[in-house]
């Protein structure tokens, strides 16, 4: 079990300020880490670095050994990052069963695809995440239809079309109900049993439901990383937090 | 599943063949060479309708310079007619040449001494163009409103360009062939049956080709990226490659009608670059409805067929009348008449729905209504 992702002294500064410094990280394979930190800590940023819709200003992002800055978003999902933004991207005047249908990304040359109409590996593929995502009775809906937590759920369904190796989930349960929380634990335990998962989440609680190692993002750095129990009695991380709520208050 | 028939495949097809179908019997029924040749030029304006819809209405590319494609589809053919009739050792020189000072016929006038090679420029040298541009800018993530002012901005270079350019395309003047296509021995003429037959079997192939096209995983794609580019490009597709072909696929259809136009006229000049006549093509894509290849084509229909009858009447204000149209219809029809069929069929099949009792996590009404299964 190696690392699949090896994130390396990553900088990115927008103008003259300096979102991401010298952040270093190393994922291992099926693992599911959590990413957490403060409001505009970098988190999101970093998301977008690793799969090229920022390019870095320097440092380097390794994904099983390859180099993944300079090249497009289409390239890095090509090699099987997939990611879900913070922002749900669901193609809204699309049907759901649609919307999963265009994921499955297995095949992209466009010459190809113009000969394609029924893919039995794409249906297979459909009927297993649809379950997986609980929206097999939704496929017939227009995705801008769908609820809060069902787009969140359409939209990690998309992910799981890719057949990705990595996932980027950007704060995958927002809006969602205590129920759909739980399922929604349960679907990303399940997909930890074949890939490497990261996940940006605020809520502590499914934090520590899921994750196996979590990493604290802190004003572009690394500020600490370990098991859930760690983190929680760390008295810098805690400092952190209690920083930002005071500024809130 | 009680979907909206508008959604049925199998219904959208029937709609084609009773379409095409009685298109093609018209000249069975109705013998006037004159308006047949009129009919005929309808079916190019079906033509064009139809391959704005497949670019702006598919991809969401927002094209104001079809006229690119028709005009050089258009002059192509006018080339290999004008040759045609041209004799390699006692009149190579098309007449307008030797008048405005030529005394060699331009090297890329030589190809257009083969009516088989002619043509093929004719197709070949547009759509080669939109590959190019549409790589250019698509790669360059040009978008919407900017991507319009473009190919609008191309357009009137290719106006000014085919103008300016007298000893090589007769300039304002344009190039009236004085014989009718002759192919294999041939001769077409354009107030015959097989005239009005070769166009309107060029719309029904087309149109079934680019239908197909869209249910195609292609097709599926192409319409997400008009949605949401970014999105796709995180799916793993080359964004800017399906751009850059849905928009020389639609041009290569704007030069077939180009070629179609000049057989059935038998001139062309640069009015075919028209930048009217451009954004008179996206004006009947959005009335009969843009996301619907069929909608559009009824749509050019309707709208120069009103012209023909109306315009007449009407004389200068007839633009004003047409602008005025436009504007409701984007307003309260952004999918044109088509989008009203969709709707009024889709509150049928509401009212039906609402008898059968629900079952399991049935649909709401309102989300049966908004059902939707693509073209
Ligand atoms: N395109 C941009 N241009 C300038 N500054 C930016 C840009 N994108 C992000 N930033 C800044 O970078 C910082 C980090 O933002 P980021 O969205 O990565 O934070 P985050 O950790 O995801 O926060 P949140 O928890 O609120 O989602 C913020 O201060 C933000 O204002
Ligand atoms: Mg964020």
New interface residues.
């Given amino acids: 079990m190696g690392g699949v992702l090896e994130i390396r002294d990553l900088h990115k500064s927008f103008d003259s300020h300096h979102v991401i410094q010298g952040f270093s990280m190393d994922v291992v394979e099926q693992t599911l880490s959590c990413l957490i930190g403060p409001n505009g800590a970098g988190k999101t940023t970093l998301m977008d670095l690793i ?1 090229g ?1 920022l390019k870095p200003s320097s440092g380097s992002v390794r994904f099983r050994g390859d180099e993944l800055s300079g090249l ?3 390239d890095i ?2 090699r099987g990052v ?2 879900k ?1 913070q922002v749900p ?7 759901v069963r ?2 999963l ?3 499955f ?1 297995r ?2 040359n ?1 010459f190809r ?5 029924r ?1 039995k590996a794409m249906l297979a593929k459909l009927e297993e995440v649809s379950v997986l995502v609980n929206l097999e ?2 496929l ?3 995705a ?2 769908l609820s809060h937590g069902e787009t969140q759920w359409l939209e990690i369904g ?1 992910t799981l079309m ?1 057949e990705p190796q990595l996932l980027l989930l950007d704060e995958p349960i927002a809006g969602m109900t205590e129920a759909e929380v739980d399922q929604t634990a349960k679907l990303l335990r399940e997909v930890r049993q074949h890939s490497t998962l990261i996940v940006v989440e605020h809520d502590m609680g499914f934090v520590r439901r899921v994750a196996d190692m979590v990493t604290v993002m802190h004003m572009g750095t690394h500020f600490a990383e370990g098991k859930i129990d760690e983190i929680e009695a760390n008295q810098n991380v805690r400092e952190i937090y209690l920083g930002t709520e005071e500024d809130a208050a | ?1 009680n ?1 909206n028939i508008y959604h049925d495949k199998r219904a959208q097809w029937v709609v084609y063949i009773v379409f095409f179908v009685s298109l093609g019997l018209i000249p069975v029924m109705q013998a006037d060479p004159f308006l047949l040749n009129q009919l005929a030029v309808f079916g190019i304006y079906g033509l064009l309708a139809m391959s704005i819809s497949l670019c702006w209405g598919t991809g969401g590319i927002l094209n104001l310079g079809q006229g690119i494609a028709f005009g050089m589809g258009a002059y192509g053919m006018a080339m290999t007619m004008q040759m045609q009739s041209q004799d390699p050792e006692f009149s190579p020189l098309p007449s307008f040449m030797s008048t405005n000072g030529l005394e060699q016929l331009p090297w890329f006038w030589e190809p257009f001494w083969s009516t088989g090679g002619g043509i093929f420029l004719a197709l070949a040298v547009p759509t080669i163009f939109s590959l190019i541009f549409g790589a250019l800018m698509f790669q360059a993530r040009v978008s919407g409103p900017f991507f319009a002012i473009m190919s609008l901005a191309m357009l009137s270079a290719f106006y000014i360009l085919v103008l300016d350019m007298q000893p090589y395309t007769n300039g304002a003047n344009g190039i009236s062939p004085r014989m009718p296509l002759e192919v294999a021995g041939y001769s077409l003429d354009p107030y015959s049956p097989a005239a009005y037959w070769l166009i309107f079997g060029l719309l029904f192939s087309l149109t079934v080709l680019a239908k197909l ?1 869209n ?4 097709g ?2 192409v ?2 990226l008009r ?2 580019p ?10 800017a ?2 751009e850059t ?1 849905i928009y020389a696929i639609s041009a290569f259809i704007a030069a077939v009608a180009g070629c179609c136009f000049t057989i059935l006229i038998q001139y062309v000049s640069p009015d075919q670059f028209d930048v009217v006549f451009s954004i008179t093509m996206v004006i009947w894509a959005a009335v009969g409805g843009r996301l619907s290849l069929i909608g559009a084509i009824i749509g050019a229909f309707l709208i120069q067929g009103s012209e023909s009858y109306l315009g007449d009447q009407f004389l200068n204000s007839w633009h004003l009348i047409l602008g005025f149209f436009f504007v409701i219809i984007v307003r309260f029809l952004p999918n044109g008449l088509a989008g009203l069929l969709e709707m009024l069929l889709a509150k049928r099949s509401r009212s039906s729905t609402e008898e059968s009792p629900p079952h ?2 049935a ?1 709401s009404p ?2 049966a209504n ?5 073209v």
């Avoid at chain 1, 991207?89 to 049907?95: G, P, R, S």
């Avoid at chain 2, 970014?230 to 964004?239: D, T």
């Avoid at chain 2, 908004?370 to 693509?374: D, I, Q």
């Fill in positions: 799969s819709r497009s978003e289409s999902a090509r997939g990611r933004f991207a669901v193609f809204k005047e699309l049907t649609e919307n249908e265009i994921a990304s095949e992209v466009p695809n113009m000969l394609k109409f893919d009775n939704r017939s809906i227009v801008g239809l998309m890719q | 599943m979907g096209l249910q195609s995983k292609f599926q794609i319409r997400a949605e949401d970014e999105r796709v490009r995180f799916l793993g597709y080359n964004v490659l399906y072909l399991g996590r649909k309102a989300a908004a059902e939707k299964a693509g």
